[in-house]
């Protein structure tokens, strides 16, 4: 069975740094003979992607460049060297790829720290296209039963948010503290720390509370008229949390969580604020034995074990469906901080 595919397709392009994003007609690539082509049916739309449009991730990325790394369709041609893929099948596009596979970190399951891997949206062409080409054994499964929609952003968001709450070592019944609780990443934190069996504090601007709750935060705490966020937490925490994940994009939190995480607790960073140099002080650090740790997307494995929560219903993607052209008004709402869930193109739209 063969599909019939036409000669070019709309992409969104930009040619500088910060510069017009615009919709374009570009070839449809061919697979090589390790390849698969997915006819891409919905890309989330990642704070990363602002980030590389911006210039602030140049020495990641290169330029032009069609960006977006959170891609989930359907498979429209098969590499004649591919196994495990048929036509028809749902495929997901993730951030990192083209891993070795060899190296010791591959071999342990920390792939995406292979120093081979190539990342779409950044070094190369990425899902804010129609079509796009992947290894075969990159791809993600996608179950026929899952939604498409709320599969994309598990691709990124959700795999990152899964696999930094598995390095911060919250066990069941303990204290997890996630700041940017309200935005994209920390709606689906809030969800897969309850579905973990974590306790979670929410940390944000309080316009967000309401929508903080209403995922499963058991507390909410102001971020910017808290008068002193860290003796607060510590005494709503008994102690300080356990853990604290860091998605807000700004370096005070950051700084901050390092002083009111419990001691032996781990503090997890996440978020890239443009300003990304932290000082803390050492003497608690040391004293009270804490853990800081960075944490980026997660293995093949960790994209199966996050996908699988979506697919049984039990996280629940807060979606925003928006045309290719609105791209440039998400990249606005995301710097105002005005993101509440997590938005993914249709290009059925």
């Known amino acids: 069975m063969t599909i019939e595919l036409p000669a070019t397709q709309r992409a969104l392009v930009f040619d500088t740094w910060n510069g017009p994003l615009e919709v374009r007609q570009v070839p449809v690539p061919t697979p ?38 959170e891609g989930a369709g359907s498979v429209v041609q098969v590499g004649k060297n591919v196994t495990g893929w048929e036509l028809g099948d749902k495929a997901g596009v993730k951030l990192m790829n083209f891993n070795c596979l060899n190296c010791e970190f591959c071999k342990k399951g920390h792939e995406p720290l292979c120093h081979h891997i190539q990342n779409y949206g950044f070094d190369r062409s990425g899902t804010f296209q129609e079509y796009l080409t992947i290894r075969g054994v990159d791809a993600a499964k996608i179950n026929k039963d899952t939604n498409l929609a709320a599969a994309a952003p598990i691709l990124c968001a959700g795999v990152t948010v899964y696999k930094a709450l598995k390095e911060s070592n919250v066990k069941p019944g ?88 419990r001691k032996r607790g781990t503090v997890v960073f996440v ?79």
């Open 174 to 261: 303990q204290i997890v503290v996630l700041t940017g609780a309200g935005g994209g990443l920390g709606s689906l934190a809030i969800q897969y720390a309850n579905a973990m069996g974590m306790r979670v504090v929410a940390m944000d601007h309080s316009s967000k509370e309401a929508h903080c709750k209403s995922l499963g935060a058991e507390w909410f705490v102001d971020a910017f008229d808290t008068p002193d966020i860290v003796s607060h937490i510590t005494k709503l925490t008994e102690g300080g949390p356990h853990g604290v994940i860091n998605f807000a994009v700004a370096r005070k939190p950051m700084e901050q969580a390092v002083e009111y995480v």
């Open 32 to 69: 090589a003979d390790d390849e698969i082509l997915v006819k891409i049916e919905y890309s989330g739309i990642c704070h990363s992607d602002l980030h590389v449009w911006l210039g602030d991730l140049k020495g990641m990325s290169v330029c032009p460049l069609v960006g977006g790394h």
């Open 271 to 349: 978020g890239l604020p443009k300003d990304s140099k932290v000082t803390f002080d050492t003497t608690p650090f040391i004293f009270n034995a804490i853990t800081i740790k960075g944490s980026i997307v997660g293995s093949r494995l960790d994209v199966d074990e996050a996908m699988e929560f979506v697919t049984r219903g039990i996280v629940k993607v807060p979606l925003e469906l928006v045309r290719l052209e609105d791209v440039p008004a998400v990249y606005q709402k995301m710097i105002d901080g005005k993101i509440t869930s997590r938005a993914v193109v249709d290009f059925s739209l």
